[in-house]
Nanobody, 121 residues
Framework: QVQLVESGGGSVLPGDSLKLTCTAP????????MGWFRQSVGRGREGVAV???????QYADSVKGRFTISRNNINNTVWLQMNDLKPEDTAMYYC???????????????WGQGTQVTVSS
């Protein structure tokens, strides 16, 4: 069973930063697009950021200028640097590996268990 493992979530104040980390098996990470998605209570799963092996990226409008996705193709890791966090960023964040540079979750085949991010004063 493929396992993507996320870490780095937590509870922070508005305006704070967090960096999420995801590790994937080499045979998944090396040949696919890697992405971060989030889901909050009462809302569907939302694409946050996606990165291709070569470094092309795509971001949701709500996080542009605040979040940065990056990856290391040698150690099979992808990160999501989140700055200037807002209460509306509160959600479970999932790492995923998929087949397209897309924020649509149906393009992604492999998922982690998620890491919770809570932004509250």
């Amino acid at each position: 069973q493929v396992q993507l493992v996320e870490s780095g979530g937590g509870s922070v104040l508005p305006g704070d930063s967090l960096k999420l980390t995801c590790t994937a098996p080499y045979y998944i990470h090396g040949n696919t697009f890697m992405g971060w998605f989030r889901q909050s209570v009462g809302r569907g799963r939302e694409g946050v950021a996606v990165i291709a092996r070569g470094g092309d990226t795509q971001y949701a409008d709500s996080v542009k200028g605040r979040f940065t996705i990056s990856r290391n193709n040698i150690n099979n890791t992808v990160w999501l640097q989140m700055n200037d966090l807002k209460p509306e960023d509160t959600a479970m964040y999932y790492c995923a590996a998929g087949r397209a540079l897309s924020l649509v979750s149906s393009w992604f085949n492999y998922w982690g268990q998620g890491t919770q991010v809570t932004v509250s004063s």
